[in-house]
């Protein structure tokens, strides 16, 4: 039996790995290669997994704690995409507030799995609004132990990639390199674009190397890490909407977005990531995104239909009591709706802040 190809992509909330793995995952196909895509978070009813599901991918979920804490439900899920289409590659995207998954996941994975995976060298991804102010050791909207797991992230990495280049100005890109190449000497650094594709052919590159990878094993404080992830207010809602008048799916869920932008501003909570999905039986779909709160938001994926009834989930990463952030959304939906005259009907609801992780397996030392 064949080896399958096994590439994890890390980063921080936000750092646009999804993009990335629908790019990534693209590119594979075309070169006749099978893909299988893996997604990860602590709540259910991801709207990553949705999106990629509806770019015609096959798509697996590891729901309710991290890739370490679910160790042996990551290889289970893997075994259920064999099982469907053998995939020649299996591209896993990890919760943006985990860290520690070269001890957890990449090691195990490469001693007990060694004969059925052939393991990619651990690319971590960020974005530069968030990267920057971390980096500078400015306020950035996080705590100081939520900034934490930002630096143990890119210490494990084998290669750090500065993601959306396109909309980085070249003296701060310079800035972040240098940044990067003082605090992690050695690291290889790549700019990217998951967006337009700039810079990909080194990501690819990257990933299809063999050798002295996976080995930084680090030195980390799990109660920082714990209190750090505790932080984070977690909010995953799906919404069914309908109307007896045609609507805009796009121009609805660009409304709630815009909605949930303007109230959490006048909150302290700094969005590490908010991501709004409308769905239609017939399979037309729109996704709407925020990643920090110093942006604005953007319709990243246009469905360009008119309808009467379609399914939204709200996932929301935000700084904020997951509480406050529920009713913020739940107004923010509402309020969207009552604008065009849709009726909407709450359906599952999931707020929490993230556990302390419990890795099943977590080596010291590499194996191999």
Known sequence: MAIMRFAMLGGFLGAGKTTALARLAAHYTS???KVGLVTNDQAQNLVDTLSLRAQGFDVAEVPGACFCCKFDELVEKVGSLEAHDRPDIILAEPVGSCTDLVATVIQP???LYRTRFSVAPYAVMFKPSHGLKILRNESCGFSPK???IFRKQLEEADAIVINRVDQIAPDDLTELQELIEAGYPGTPVLAVSAKTGQGFDALTA????????GRKILDIDYDIYAEGEAELG???SSVHVESSIPFDLDDLIRDVMKRLHRQLAKTDGEVAHLKVIGLEEGGAFAVANLVSSSDEPVLSLASGTLLTEADLIVNARVALDPDVLQQIAHDAVTKACEARGIDPEFR????????RPTPTHRYKAEKN
């Open 31 to 33: 070169q006749g290669r």
């Open 109 to 111: 994975l490469k001693d």
């Open 146 to 148: 939520a900034a934490y």
């Open 206 to 213: 990257l990933l299809d190397l063999d050798g002295a990878f």
């Open 234 to 236: 977690w909010l995953n």
């Open 348 to 355: 599952q609801s999931q707020s929490l802040r993230p556990g």
